[in-house]
């Protein structure tokens, strides 16, 4: 198993792939925002994670609040049909996620989870759930990251949001293969002090 320096949080079985990709090509990754602000601390984080990912790689990000998602009405059509009556832009993120090898999540904690608008996102994701037939389903193979960030100093909060993340992962069978939980963080100014861990954590996205 590796430390990542100044980690609070394990990659889980950093050891399986190091290395394994570099030279074999180019991989899709795609970096979401998962809060509504737009130039705030995670967007920030993003904006790093997305320079340092990108080493012969094709890195897109997105921004949730830049999507129109409606509420899921709890309907269970979709257990039947593999798809939302509703129409807006849930299949238009759904897009980015099959183009992409690896999806980074970086969420913060409002209230002690993930942001409203993510959450509605993952509610309208139940058509790919994989608890259901017949389910869409984006394609196999891809690998999953998650990123917490919050102002208190405890990291507890930030497991609960990498567990919320990570359990989507699971259903949508994205492979979850590390989380990286940075307390402390309210504005952008403060992600600078933490440019090591996360550096560190993106050269795990990219050896995985
Ligand atoms: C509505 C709201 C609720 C929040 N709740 C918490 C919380 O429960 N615990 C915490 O540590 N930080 C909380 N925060 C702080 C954010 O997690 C923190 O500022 C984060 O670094 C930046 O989020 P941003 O990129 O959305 O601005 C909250 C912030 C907002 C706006």
Redesign the pocket.
Known sequence: MIWLRHCDILPIDATRQIGTWRGRGYMNILVINC???KN????EIVKLVSQYVNDGNNVKTLCIDDYEVKYCKGCRRCHKTAECFQEDDVKKIMEQYEWADRIVSVS?????DI?GQFKVFIDRCTPWCNTHEPHAAISSGKRGFTIA????PNMP?CEKIIGSIEHFYGHLEIEARGHLGLCS???KEAVADRIDEIQAFCDLITNS
């Open positions: 809060s509504p602000v705030g601390a995670t967007a913060p904690s409002y209230w002690a942001p960030l919050r102002t208190g909060e963080i309210e504005y």
